[in-house]
């Protein structure tokens, strides 16, 4: 079977729909079950990666590849697909909050999302809690939507040490994940243990914007390399995300499997995906924060706790699982 492949989302600097692709190709590239198939990756020749290249010349391409499948992995595909068509919606923050997004943004992301989800034969999401989201929002029959949970692989290679008191937050920084909330209830507890540290790691795509600048305990950077990145991890000794909407939420779980325990807020997602993993607290407070921020830094047996509970939780994700799901539908659509 051909499976062509829409691969806009691996060039530049992958976000999460490109690293999401890039575990499911590589993954297929050791699975035996996907060797019998095709793979055709299409990406623009020039510099056009937006919504005039994706409705018109990547029908082109998928018929010259004589495809029999399309895999649209990132929100939306063409709306008259040449080939049975999967799209991936991994979230619909666009309509479920349009008051995070500029009118003219908003408007284009719920329209062409809509209808690209009714021209797929399949829609893939990753968590019950998107499924319900594109359902209520973008009017998809139940049955034409499937689960697959993405994959997490720890980005650091044992530990072997006993990591500094640090904290880390790692992701792109939206107005939802109350970063700024994170920063005030941590350096209130920095007063009592002026030795922890904040690291902040994430392009600030606050809007309205938020400026956000390093000071004493507290390191922000847009972009750190991988090396880098991992590095941070292996030193830091906790990870806080407060995200308030997410589609599933990739970097806790990968704090998670490289013994970072967790603070999250408390969301139907994040406990969906996480379950007893972390700590949560049920606002962006501030003294909520300080006080669960101490709990993770300072209290041995509620780290062990969330630890052991990441022990058991971790497995599910699987890339290899993932990807088996996925090639699975790609096969089903391909054979109407």
């Not at 699987?318 to 088996?324: D, L, N, V």
């Amino acid at each position: 079977m051909r499976i062509a492949i829409d691969a806009r989302e691996l060039h530049g600097k992958p976000t999460g729909v490109g690293r999401f692709l890039g575990e499911l190709l590589a993954a297929w590239n050791t699975m035996p079950a996907a060797q019998v198939h095709d793979f055709i990756q299409l990406t623009p020749e020039g510099t056009d990666r937006g919504t005039f290249w994706e409705q018109v010349d990547l029908p082109e391409l998928v018929r010259r590849a004589q495809a029999d499948v399309l895999f649209s992995p990132g929100y939306t595909g063409p709306l008259r697909p040449p080939a049975p068509m999967v799209v991936a919606i991994h979230d619909v923050s666009f309509a479920a909050h349009p008051e995070w997004f500029s009118w003219r943004e908003g408007a284009r992301r719920r329209t062409i999302t809509r209808l690209a989800a009714r021209a797929a034969a399949r829609v893939i999401t990753i968590s019950e809690f998107s499924k319900r989201e594109i359902i209520a929002y973008l009017s998809v029959e139940t049955e034409k939507v499937s689960v697959v949970y993405p994959g997490v692989s720890s980005l650091v290679a044992g530990r072997g040490f006993t990591p500094r008191p640090n904290v880390l937050f790692a992701g792109s920084i939206f107005n939802r994940r109350h970063v700024p909330e994170l920063i005030e209830g941590f350096a209130r507890l920095a007063r009592r243990h002026p030795d922890i540290r904040l690291e902040i790691v994430g392009d600030n795509r606050t809007s309205p914007r938020i400026a956000l600048t390093s000071r004493d305990g507290i390191h922000i950077r847009s972009y750190v390399p991988d090396e880098e990145l991992r590095r941070l991890y292996a030193e830091s000794a906790a990870f806080a995300f407060l995200s308030e909407y997410e589609g599933f939420g990739l970097t806790p779980l990968e704090a998670l499997a490289a013994g970072l325990p967790l603070l999250l807020l408390d969301t139907p997602v994040a406990r969906e995906i996480c379950g007893d993993a972390a700590i949560y607290v049920k606002r962006a407070d501030a003294a909520l924060i300080e006080q669960a921020l101490e709990s993770l830094l300072f209290n041995d047996a509620e780290r062990e706790r969330i630890l052991g509970a990441a022990r058991s939780l971790l497995p599910r994700y699987s890339w290899t699982e993932c990807a088996r799901r996925v090639l699975h539908i790609l096969v089903e659509a391909a054979n109407g």
